[in-house]
């Protein structure tokens, strides 16, 4: 019995493994073609000015509508993306159309001020990453001063001479650069004041406890007092309800972007969200006047 239990076990093992094998062949050989198909897409977030909580901009952020898995989430394909080299394509495809759709809801009257890309490390190892960023501009009329370049510390912290010089470049474009999951890596903010940043994005883990936890607060407020001295601009990230979000103006965090404010939507759902949300910041103007 003992030994069938013990086979039993082996063979369970054993299908589960074929079975990650089996989806990572899927995947892997799926995503090759994905681009051309145009099975990818980019789901847009709203980001909130803190203090008037009007819209300034949007994060993109990719899914892969794959024809028998359904919609598939980032995290379960960019990393093979990466492993595999098909992020450089892939990237250079979500640069292109973020700022291409920026550009036609501003033909179509909604004018979104900044748009945010995430960039993987993989992309820094192309030499022809400043030049892509540059056509994509380029070929879709977006001002530069409209996009926003997400990065992470561990992406600087990889390989800091060859990354501080394309960050260098690409801040010469003049696009924004930003450190997203801030305070998950092993940087200091000082250390990173050595790069050409704008922003740091508070990591959703240490919002999450807000207002209550005490050492959420700590850490929040730490990074809110030392970003101010340093001139960074501050985005908390995962805000999913309103006392988090009041913490955070009080505390003078620039942008505020969550759940609480709108999930990501496919670019046809954003403008009805956008609406949304612009209406529901005269109505807190107007409570404001009300009020005081
Ligand atoms: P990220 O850049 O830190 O993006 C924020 C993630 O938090 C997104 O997950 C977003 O949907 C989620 N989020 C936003 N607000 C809330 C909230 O209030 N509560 C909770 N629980 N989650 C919230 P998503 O879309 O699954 O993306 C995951 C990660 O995949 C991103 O993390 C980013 O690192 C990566 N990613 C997404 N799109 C791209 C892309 O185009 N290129 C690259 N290289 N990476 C991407
Ligand atoms: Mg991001
Ligand atoms: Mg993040
Ligand atoms: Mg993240």
Known sequence: RAKDAGKNTYQFFDAEMNTQTFERLLLENGMRQALERGEFELHYQ???????????????????????????????????????????????????????QLKAWEQAGL???????????????????VDNVARALQTTGLEA??????????????????????????????VWLSID???????SLSHLKRFPLDTLKIDRSFVDGLPDDEDSVAIAEAILAMSRKLKFSVVAEGVENAA?????ELKGC???QGYHFGKPVPATEFPALAAQLSQSARLAIMADWQGG
């Open 46 to 100: 709203p980001q909130l000015n803190a203090a008037s909580r009007e819209m300034s901009g949007v994060e993109v952020l990719i899914r892969w509508r794959h024809p028998q898995l359904g919609l598939i989430q980032p995290l379960r394909f960019i990393p093979l993306a990466e492993e595999t080299g098909l992020i450089k394509p892939i990237g250079d495809w979500v640069l292109q159309e973020a700022c291409r």
């Open 111 to 129: 004018y979104v001020p900044r748009v945010a890309v995430n960039l993987s490390a993989r992309q820094f190892e192309q030499s022809t990453l």
């Open 145 to 174: 001063g409209r996009l926003e370049l997400e990065i992470t510390e561990s992406m600087i912290m990889q390989n800091p001479v060859e990354t501080v010089h394309q960050l260098g470049e690409l801040k010469a474009l003049g």
């Open 181 to 187: 999951d801030f305070g998950t890596g092993y940087s």
């Open 244 to 248: 988090q979000a009041d913490f955070l």
């Open 254 to 256: 620039t942008l505020l």
